[in-house]
Every structure is written in structure tokens, then in C-alpha cells.
């Protein structure tokens, strides 16, 4: 199993959230933990394009990791 790195601040807010019940933390954390999530696909995609053996893979890799970074098709190779 991979360890994940957050941020100082996201984990502040977990610990509060859980330790002190401050239930207003939870949108902070939830938009913490989307944008981690988000940012650990993205790596994924890259790393698979890059590392695929098969020209396919590497293909729909590179465009879905294009699509999700909203970078148009006229800019694309």
C-alpha cells in the first residue's frame, strides 16, 4: 500500500474535526481531500502514459489525462 502526503493545514482540519468535533471544518476537508484526490488521478494518468507498454494504453492515458486538464483538442499533438 502507497502512503499519501497532505498538507499541514488538511490534516489540522481533520484533527480538529475529529478531536474537538468542529463540525463546520467538514466542506474545508472535503474540498481538501477532492483536490488530493484529483491531484493523485492526475499523477496516474501521466504516470501511465509514460510508462505504458502497449501504444493504446499510452494513447487513452494521454487523452484522458488531457481531457481532465480541459486542455482543448486544436492544442493537442
Known sequence: MK???ISE???VAIM???MLEQGELLPKIKQGLEKKLDAMVMRE???KYKTALMEEEKEKARKEYLD???VPERFRW
Open 3 to 5: 502512503n499519501v502526503q
Open 9 to 11: 493545514e488538511l490534516f
Open 16 to 18: 480538529r474535526y475529529f
Open 45 to 47: 494518468l501521466y504516470t
Open 68 to 70: 481532465r486538464r480541459g
